[in-house]
């Protein structure tokens, strides 16, 4: 079965700064790669997804993933966060489509001012 | 933008008493889940419905659970006997059958408080 380690459970970083949330996946097999975004009270936003192709994929607001299958790796940056990046952040993985989805335990961003 | 809905937003009950939490799925997804969210900790899969019938069920989602989708519109989450350890935040999701989405679209959520 699949697994998804996010090992830093907040990350405070001041605005404009350049920022960096990892994620570790565990999977025999390929796999798909997301990241969500969930501001306080909300549901889960789509931020981007890996489904094959380039390695680099980008999303809203700014922020960029790149996946490493060596490394089994799909960390989430952005080089400039502003006080609104203010949320919690979501890896996930699915196998294959209609397959549930596996989250990570989450990151918590907070930008300071 | 089409988008998933849940009612309640909130729902207060006391502990034994039943409980369903409605989800209207974006129209054309195939694919229905719920996830639940216990406050401050992760996502957790519950179900997944595909084709009128559960494709994929984890250890929580136990006999006092259902789900059903009893209109074509309409996706459910009953829980029958509500226990303390059910309060969270119960998310409804789908996904779409075709072209290369895969990503699952979330509701907004309904948080249980079981008394």
């Known amino acids: 079965a699949q697994s998804v380690t996010q090992l830093d459970s907040q990350v405070p970083v001041f605005e404009e700064a350049p920022v960096e949330l990892r994620c570790n996946y565990s999977?025999?097999?390929?796999?798909?790669l997301f990241w969500y975004v969930q501001y306080p009270n909300q549901g889960l936003q789509l931020l981007l997804k890996y489904l094959s192709g380039s390695t680099l994929v980008k999303g809203i607001n700014g922020f960029e993933a790149e996946f490493n299958k060596s490394q089994t790796s799909f960390h989430l940056r952005k080089p400039s966060v502003h006080i609104s990046d203010t949320a919690e952040y979501f890896c996930a993985v699915t196998l294959t489509y209609g397959q549930n989805f596996v989250f990570g335990p989450g990151t918590r961003l907070s930008v300071l001012p | 933008e089409p988008e998933v809905t849940q009612t309640p937003s909130h729902q207060v009950t006391q502990m034994g008493q039943e409980v369903i939490l409605r989800c209207v799925p974006i129209?054309?997804?195939?694919?229905f889940y719920w996830y639940r969210q216990i406050l401050g900790q992760k996502v957790e899969f519950l179900v997944s419905?595909?084709?009128?019938?559960?494709?994929?069920k984890s250890e929580i989602f136990d006999d006092q659970f259902s789900v059903e989708r009893p209109d074509g519109s309409n996706f459910t989450l009953k829980i029958r006997s509500t226990k303390l350890e059910d309060s969270a935040m119960y998310f409804c999701?789908?996904?779409?059958?075709?072209?290369?989405?895969?990503?699952?679209?979330f509701g907004e959520g309904s948080r249980l408080t079981v008394l």
């Open positions: 999977s025999s097999v390929s796999v798909y």
């Open positions: 419905f595909y084709n009128n019938e559960i494709s994929e």
């Open positions: 129209s054309n997804h195939l694919y």
């Open positions: 999701a789908s996904s779409a059958p075709y072209g290369g989405a895969r990503e699952l679209f």
